[in-house]
């Protein structure tokens, strides 16, 4: 009979024997050298999609939005500007900016126009989407990013708040999108990229305005997708965690006034510019949707799917003890 001890150094000799085979290390190089191949191969073809592209870019004056830009810039050839600048002091809350960048195939680099107007006034919408194709003749790829967060019980919440967070997150990108998809259509070429919310996938307690939002916009955008998919649209959905911008310090509240707090699970949320390049990479691969959160929110997705009741239990959980903290 053979002892523990003995099989433990059998198979630790075996295990070394694996280890030294002299065909291990070159199979090993091969295979990183091929991934890595395929890497590169998928960073030139992404950065030749975008670079030689007009760019919209909606809320492009602070957070994701202006770390997309400046990833943007990385990519153009080189002399041209390599940040993004606006006026931030000129216009806060809901009024918010595209950000275009023109690359040709011959190098020729455009400097970023910027185009104010109101995600929740149509009008203002239509006269911004008209100013653009005036300007540029096309857009290639509209990033719709712009948003609003928002944080309150449902029973406290005005109508007008639920309203606006609708008009501010999906109504403003619908009408948008919809205002330039045309002419994406008579091309038989565009690229329309939605940034929703993990939220968008499942709903958490005290955010029901904004994760209805991005419900919402889920919903659109898939629809959209299968629709225009003859006409060579591509759609892209990508749906973050928590990421480390000020969106909890301008979150709207029940009444409507300033949430103004950063948020613990904000403050630990992802680096933007990596979400950024995240998202850039998404758009060059022309994936349709994008997951970009931590382990425990992807895992929260099948979970409502799976074992709906023992979501709804966690939820509930979560509800009640953050109910308490504020109410203590």
């Known amino acids: 009979m053979v002892s523990f001890k003995s099989r433990r ?3 630790r000799g075996r295990v070394m024997d694996w280890v030294t085979c002299p065909f291990l290390l070159p199979v090993m190089f091969s295979c990183m050298g091929i991934f890595g191949l395929l890497k590169l191969l998928q960073w030139i073809r992404m950065k030749a999609y975008v670079r030689n592209s007009v760019v919209v870019i909606t809320g492009a004056t602070s957070g994701l939005g202006k770390e997309a830009g400046s990833g943007l810039y990385h990519l153009c050839p080189p002399g041209s500007p390599r940040t993004l600048k606006s006026k931030d002091t000129e216009l806060r809350s809901l009024l918010l900016r595209f950000t275009c960048c023109l690359v040709f195939d011959q190098g020729q680099t455009y400097k970023p126009s910027t185009v104010a107007f109101d995600l929740t006034d149509p009008p203002s919408i239509a006269a ?7 300007s540029f003749g096309y857009v290639d790829i509209l990033i719709n990013n712009a948003g609003i967060s928002y944080r ?10 639920d309203r606006k ?7 403003g990108p ?6 330039l998809l ?12 939605a940034i929703s919310s993990i939220q968008g996938k499942y709903s958490i307690p005290f955010r029901s305005a904004y994760a209805a939002s991005k419900h919402a916009t889920q919903a659109f955008f898939d629809c959209l997708r299968a629709e225009t998919e003859h006409d060579k649209i591509e759609v892209t959905v990508i749906s973050p965690g928590y990421i480390h911008t000020n969106l909890s310090l301008n979150a709207i509240t029940a009444d409507g006034s300033k949430y103004g707090v950063m948020d613990k699970t904000t403050t630990q949320g992802q680096c933007p510019t990596m979400v950024a390049r995240n998202v850039l990479v998404a758009v060059g691969k022309k994936r349709k949707d994008v997951i970009l959160a931590d382990l425990l929110p992807s895992w929260a997705i099948y979970l409502r799917t799976l074992v709906p009741e023992l979501f709804f239990r966690i939820m509930a959980s979560r509800a009640k003890k953050e109910q308490k903290t504020k109410t203590s």
């Open 128 to 134: 911004a989407a008209s100013k653009i194709l005036q």
């Open 152 to 161: 309150g019980t449902i029973v406290d919440t005005k109508m007008d708040v």
């Open 182 to 193: 045309p002419s994406m259509i008579k091309r038989k070429k565009g690229h329309i990229v």
């Open 165 to 171: 967070v609708m008009e501010t997150n999906y109504f």
């Open 9 to 11: 150094n059998l198979m």
């Open 174 to 179: 619908i009408a948008l999108t919809k205002a």
